[in-house]
């Protein structure tokens, strides 16, 4: 006991000092060993039932919620001709190593390697980078869905966990500029509008705008990721916090701060790209002219698509990312104040993505590069959101796709109920049953009210008699005799109108 004492008192000291989080780590494990050992040893081991750090479980309730999202975001996927693949959750160590930045630190090693150095993956962008590489395939337009793992401080209330969902879509192959991109950037437009989460705005920049900028500012070359991360938080912090970052901790010079301070405050749309073709300065830099005329020829496609009203160009959007190349872009919902929710839910942004051209060839062996540009919908956020109002509105939401009941008015009809209820499962109707012998038609008709179920189709004697089955509409309390022949008909046709 007075080894884990002193054990803890170990883990409390390097929690206050901030110590390395994998030393942090080593210590908390050897910490649960030996409070586990003294468990055993006394015979009266706890086991503490709650999900890991990061992570939470989804009820039928939460299920039913984001399965509604999901469906609108393939439905958009499959509407612009996406394909789709899926690939291991877990990659070698090597392919992930070097892709990320600064974030390569809140990547998961697995302990238990078998004879390789594995990790889960960080996002889908990379496996999918190395997915082309590995079958040479040089012009795909895919989607993926699945889980991904980051090692990072969760934030429960805004849908930031260490086990989360991406929802990636992809153009991969050579192809005339900005066509794709306006494409992307038209994906996230029609998948924000269909979910109804209120306003918002798509900003887009370049990442050679950036780099150019940071030239002409005076950012040595070496510098130019560290300080495009910071860059990244203006959307978070203010840019006085942002500017003595980069000057008392990443070394740069207050001058080169004060020039980035100038451009990375303005944001607009067309008539923005034109007043810094003609910067003096941006203009001279080959990287800035370049990524300026192409946010040009997107703005005229997004103009024709309709939808620069919600498309802001804005020099502060970095995205911390090391593989992006061209466009980067990200949608964030607008403050708004609901009659339902005292505040707005502050979730940050809700899709981004960007142009990475040099990602596949980093894994081709060859070097052969596969020019692609992505997006990713941030449905955590999004379902956070969703979940939040849907709390707020007290709207009854429905778990199952049930459309009837097969129910009994008297005793000894168990085994009608079964015979109609696998008529109706061969048809391909969605029924349930209750598993009573004997159940009271009031029981019946409750358990309908409670889970949504719009349809009842009763069996009693007489209408066996009569060859029909009474089917009675939760809704209105209606009831009508249908012939057992057209029932199957007559539950399609009621249910396609709920």
Not at 77 to 104: M, Q
Not at 113 to 141: C, H, W
Request: hydrophobic share 40%; aromatic share 8%; with cysteine.
């Amino acid at each position: 006991e007075a080894a884990v004492r002193a054990q803890a008192d170990t883990v409390r000291r390097l929690k206050q000092d901030k110590a390395d989080p994998d030393e942090i780590a080593k210590e908390v494990a050897k910490l649960l060993e030996m409070k586990a050992q003294l468990g055993e040893d006394e015979g009266k081991h706890k086991f503490v039932l709650k999900t890991p750090k990061g992570t939470r479980d989804y009820g039928p309730k939460q299920m039913a919620i984001r399965e509604r999202a999901f469906n609108a975001i393939i439905s958009c996927f499959k509407r612009h001709g996406a394909e789709v693949i899926d690939t291991p959750v877990f990659e070698l160590k090597e392919t992930l190593t070097g892709k990320y930045g600064e974030d390569s630190k809140l990547i998961y090693d697995l302990k238990d390697q078998g004879g390789e150095l594995l990790s889960l993956r960080y996002d889908l962008t990379v496996p999918f980078a190395r997915y082309l590489a590995m079958n040479k395939i040089t012009n795909i337009k895919r989607y993926h869905i699945a889980k991904v793992y980051r090692r990072d401080n969760p934030a429960m209330t805004r849908g930031r966990y260490r086990e989360f969902y991406q929802c990636d879509f992809d153009i991969a192959g050579q192809f005339d500029p900005m066509i794709p991109d306006a494409e992307c950037l038209k994906i996230v437009h029609e998948i924000l509008s269909d979910l109804q989460l209120g306003d918002f705005v798509i900003k887009v920049n370049d990442r050679r705008i950036l780099d150019g900028m940071f030239a002409v500012c005076g950012v040595p070359d070496s510098k130019f990721r560290t300080i495009c991360s910071s860059v990244d938080k203006l959307d978070k912090v203010p840019w006085k916090e942002v500017r003595s970052e980069m000057v008392g901790e990443k070394g740069l010079s207050p001058e080169a701060a004060d020039r980035i301070g100038e451009y990375v405050q303005l944001h607009g749309g067309l008539d923005l790209i034109e007043r810094l073709l003609q910067d003096p300065k941006l203009s001279q830099n080959k990287l800035a002219k370049e990524g300026l005329g192409d946010m040009k020829l997107l703005f005229e496609y997004l103009t024709l698509f309709g939808i620069t009203g919600k498309i802001s160009f804005d020099l502060s959007l970095a995205r911390g990312l090391d593989y992006y190349t061209g466009v980067i872009f990200e949608a964030v919902l607008l403050h708004q104040e609901n009659e339902h929710v005292e505040e707005a839910v502050s979730v940050g942004s809700v899709a981004g993505g960007g142009r990475y051209d040099g990602l596949v060839g980093m894994f081709d062996p060859k070097g052969r590069k596969v020019p692609c540009v992505g997006v990713s919908i941030g449905i955590e956020r999004i379902f956070s959101i969703l979940e939040q109002r849907l709390e707020a509105s007290e709207e009854k939401i429905r778990t199952t796709e049930t459309q009837v009941l097969v129910a009994s008015a008297q005793k000894k009809l168990l085994e009608e109920r079964l015979k109609l209820i696998s008529e109706l499962w061969d048809a391909g109707i969605k029924a349930e049953m209750l598993y009573k012998k004997n159940p009271k038609l009031l029981n019946q008709l409750q358990y309908c009210e409670d889970t949504g179920i719009p349809l009842v189709a009763i069996v009693g004697e007489q209408e066996l008699k009569d060859g029909v089955v009474k089917l009675r509409i939760v809704a209105t309390r209606e009831e009508v005799n249908v012939r057992r022949e057209s029932l199957v008909e007559e539950i399609r046709i009621r249910t396609s109108q709920c």
